[in-house]
T-cell receptor, first 110, second 114 residues
């Protein structure tokens, strides 16, 4: 089976930087997804990491360490609209079907 | 362009009834996925179609759940003899093909079984 672990909730201040960690245990690991989900809405794709290292995309960056089974999502210059749930998900077994964690609810306050 | 659409947006049904949930993927997307999401949880994979065929149905919880995609576009998730535990948001997603990792999700159908 697969196990995805991420914090349940985090809070941060507008304009700050926040790092959301995710650890995973899975056999046949392919890659690691991050999705953003606002309350009552569908998840939207943020990133997919296959190789070790940091990938930057605007204010969001995602890091992967395959040997440690660890990833993080880094959000810079936080805005109020970044308040959402951030879902970590691992793909394995030769497919891109993600197994999702429970999500981290990020609350950004003024 | 049009995204993934799902109907109905909300469905309330009584325990034991039969329900059908519909998904219209993005035009031209050959891969289609169904998930369900309970409150406070991440989406849970149910079934994946590549074209008309179910390529992976390992996530269907039991034989009360069935899905079809007869023409390789619209898909219907069918739940027989609904139970209160089936209450969840049912999400559909599509992608251009099985080699594409980015999935585009629809708004979901909130199913409530009373």
């Amino acid at each position: 089976g697969q196990n995805i672990d991420q914090p349940t909730e985090m809070t941060a201040t507008e304009g700050a930087i926040v790092q959301i960690n995710c650890t995973y245990q899975t056999s046949g690991f392919n890659g690691l997804f991050w999705y953003q989900q606002h309350a009552g809405e569908a998840p939207t794709f943020l990133s997919y990491n296959v190789l070790d290292g940091l990938e930057e995309k605007g204010r969001f960056s995602s890091f992967l360490s395959r040997s440690k089974g660890y990833s993080y999502l880094l959000l810079k210059e936080l805005q109020m609209k970044d308040s959402a749930s951030y879902l970590c998900a691992a793909a394995s077994g030769g497919s891109y079907i993600p197994t999702f964690g429970r999500g981290t609810s990020l609350i950004v306050h003024p | 362009g049009a995204g993934v659409s799902q109907t109905p947006s909300n469905k309330v049904t009584e325990k034991g009834k039969y329900v059908e949930l519909r998904c219209d993927p993005i035009s031209g997307h050959t891969a289609l996925y169904w998930y369900r999401q309970s409150l406070g949880q991440g989406p849970e994979f149910l079934i994946y179609f590549q074209g008309t065929g179910a390529a992976d149905d390992s996530g269907l919880p039991n034989d009360r759940f069935f899905a079809v995609r007869p023409e390789g576009s619209v898909s219907t998730l069918k739940i027989q003899r609904t139970e209160r535990g089936d209450s969840a948001v049912y999400l559909c997603a599509s992608s251009p093909g099985s080699s594409s990792y980015e999935q585009y999700f629809g708004p979901g159908t909130r199913l409530t079984v009373t």
